[in-house]
């Protein structure tokens, strides 16, 4: 089920990221790479997205153990992207892919697989990645969405925690007009 729980160990580990650094190889896995980072930033998620392939070795090598790294890849096979999860992994980061094949390398690569398989529209490849694509962008929006609730529910009890609790007390009595002649 695409809402399972990979979806929700997602989306708990996107709230509870210092950051989000998203990525994806050619054209349409960079854009939608691009649009979930602008998604989470709405929902106060410090997200960023880059589609050139030396920055993002850059920032996977410089990101903090806090950060998720979200690969998006149509077919999970792209190898460049597949070693940029095996090396964020191994400095600690957490990975999440997006892609529409659950045995590929990036999905045993990741800790959590989003799987996406979008309608086919015609009998041409490229109809069939436009539909895929659309399924991934509506699954990256729903989880930015997700995160954004998880984390306003979490605020909610911290809010009330930290607020400061004032004792009442009445208002100093005000001594009434006298009226002069």
Known sequence: AVLGDAFLQAVQLVAGASSVLCIGAELSSAAVARLTAGMLTKFAVRAVAEDHPSEQRALVEVADPGTVLFVVSYRGANER????????????????????????????????????????LFDDPSARRI??????????????????????AQAVPTAQRAAPQTPRTAAPAVPPRTQHP
């Open 131 to 152: 539909g895929a694509r659309s399924a991934q962008f509506a699954l990256a929006r729903a989880l930015a969405e997700a995160v954004g609730a998880h984390r306003a």
């Open 81 to 120: 992207l597949v070693d940029l999860t095996t090396t964020a992994r191994s400095r600690g980061l957490a990975a999440i892919s997006l892609t529409n094949n659950a045995g590929s390398p990036l999905a045993r690569a990741s800790d959590v697989s989003l799987l996406t398989g979008g309608p086919i």
